[in-house]
């Protein structure tokens, strides 16, 4: 399957890497705000492993979706 | 510590601090929730109604694609709740012996830390509106503070604000009559108010 002319699995590769792009810019910003403003050490971490849990998970997915259709 | 982070004048303490209350969060998670799901109910809802149209194996066949679709669309719902919780995690409100301090983080990289001194405290009324905001005791707090502009500070979905204001005006009537309280400066200016 082709999208503007280039194979569908190459455009959705792109999009996996900017996902990766994307949670990597965010968890570098919400590193930075809980870290330096936040109120408790543990609980900045706390939410810090969540959130890098869940957007490899989330990624993860995409990228084996990707995979399965090759 | 929330205080570590407030940068105190020498013998100041805290007197409280809070966040916003817990259901400000606990909505917008609900909310992202629902948005969360919205996808995955119109593809079966619709897989029900047109069934036809849907089969099951012309689902399967685009089922790396729905997966994908609906990961992408997870992990923007993702970046969305931690971003709300970042708001209401860096949200405080501060009430020392000497001030009102008010954090908001109103997004990345925009801070808005604002405080008034006890002693300028003039006026303070709190505001419960709703049916849930009654239930769960939660509400705005106005101080109106004497200065120049006579500005008024705000500080909304506090819990318990009938307590907290009580607080505040304990703290304020104790600033006022201490003897020490002459380092704001303004204390002695009131004191010497005709009103």
Request: proline share 3%.
């Amino acid at each position: 399957m082709e999208f503007i002319g280039f194979p569908l699995t190459t455009i959705l590769d792109i999009v996996v890497l900017i996902a990766v792009v994307a949670a990597t810019i965010y968890a570098v910003m919400f590193g930075y705000h809980w870290f330096t403003f936040g109120s408790n050490r543990t609980t900045s971490m706390t939410a810090m492993v969540t959130f890098l849990l869940g957007a490899m998970l989330l990624i993860g997915a995409m990228f084996f979706s990707t995979y399965a259709l090759r | 510590m929330i205080s570590d982070k407030i940068q105190l004048e020498e013998n100041e303490y805290v007197l409280t601090q809070t966040r916003r209350h817990w259901f400000s969060i606990a909505a917008k998670i609900a909310l992202a929730c629902i948005i969360a799901l919205l996808p995955g109910i119109t593809l079966l809802g619709m897989h029900t109604i047109f069934a036809e149209m849907l089969p099951d194996a012309l689902l399967a066949n685009y089922a790396a694609y729905i997966t994908y679709g609906y990961s992408a669309w997870l992990l923007l719902v993702w970046f969305g709740i931690f971003t709300a919780w970042t708001n209401y995690y860096l949200d405080v409100f501060t009430l020392t012996d000497r001030r009102i301090i008010l954090t908001n983080q109103k997004g990345f990289f925009w801070r808005n830390v604002a405080s008034f001194r006890l002693e300028r405290l003039q006026d303070m009324h709190y505001e419960i509106n709703g049916l849930l905001a009654t239930m769960l005791d939660y509400g705005t707090i106005h101080a109106e503070t004497a200065g120049h502009s006579d500005d008024e500070f705000r500080a909304t979905e506090l819990p318990h604000p009938r307590e907290l204001k009580a607080h505040i005006m304990t703290a304020s009537d104790k600033r006022y009559d201490r003897p020490d309280a002459t380092t704001a400066g303004s204390v002695d200016e009131r004191a010497s108010d005709p009103e």
